[in-house]
């Protein structure tokens, strides 16, 4: 069983930055592939960034290549989402995820509550 919560969001003006961090409880350290996704009103969820066991490997959507960048730190249990220049389109609440499948994943476990982010114009 692995718990995730989320914090580090909030409301930021556009091309502003924030930066979302996942803390991993229920194991002894974090052994899975991390994924970001994020659902606006009314809308699916989409995948937003993915990270490998290691950190060595990551995977963005088109429309955050460039902006956000993931990372992940095994000895801290934790999984962050640097965000930089914010659009409204990111407006969204953003969720973190363990999947146990392999490089890349296509699977994912668990799943945080999830943390509010909106970009105002």
């Known amino acids: 069983q692995v718990q995730l919560a989320e914090s580090g969001g909030g409301l930021v003006q556009a091309g502003g930055s924030l930066r979302l961090s996942c803390a991993a409880t229920g194991r002894t350290s974090i052994s899975l592939p991390m994924g970001w996704f994020r659902q606006a009103p009314g809308k699916e969820r989409e995948f937003v960034a993915a990270v490998s066991r290691l950190g060595g490997r990551t995977s963005y959507a088109n429309s955050v290549k460039g902006r956000f960048t993931i990372s992940r730190d095994n000895a801290k249990n934790t999984v962050r989402l640097q965000m930089n220049a914010l659009k409204p389109e990111d407006t969204a609440v953003y969720y973190c995820?363990?999947?146990?499948?392999?490089?890349?994943?296509?699977?994912?476990?668990?799943w945080g509550q999830g943390t509010q982010v909106t970009v105002s114009s």
């Open positions: 995820a363990a999947a146990s499948s392999n490089w890349p994943p296509s699977t994912y476990d668990y």
